[in-house]
């Protein structure tokens, strides 16, 4: 079954670039609807389509969806942990990034 709405086509150099330290390859697209195709190893092509009505989101078969899942995972771990940093750091610490006005309005 494919999978319409889980990777948005602005994300999807991100993700290319997320695969390729993962081990996957990128390779030529065949075709004029896909718009990635990843492998690694022995492995079957992760394959990423567009359709022609999508507009914000490519699609993909459930066996490419699962890499897509881990990508978001880990991506939504890594801006939790930069969240909490944000949220714990001193005044000092907030001038060095240029947010001393934060709240004055």
């Not at 993962?22 to 065949?30: L, M």
Request: glycine residues 6%; hydrophobic residues 40%.
């Amino acid at each position: 079954m494919a999978n319409r709405s889980l990777l948005a086509l602005s994300k999807l150099e991100e993700f290319a670039t997320w695969a390729a330290a993962q081990g996957y390859v990128r390779e030529k697209t065949r075709g004029a609807f896909e718009v990635l195709r990843l492998r690694r190893g022995n492995e079957p092509p992760k394959i990423y389509f567009k359709r022609t009505s999508a507009k914000e989101h490519a699609s993909c078969q459930d066996a490419s969806a699962g890499l897509v899942r881990r990508w978001i995972r880990e991506r939504d771990d890594v801006q939790a942990i930069e969240d909490d940093a944000m949220r714990n750091m001193g005044l000092d610490d907030a001038v060095d990034f240029g947010l001393e006005n934060v709240g004055d309005k």
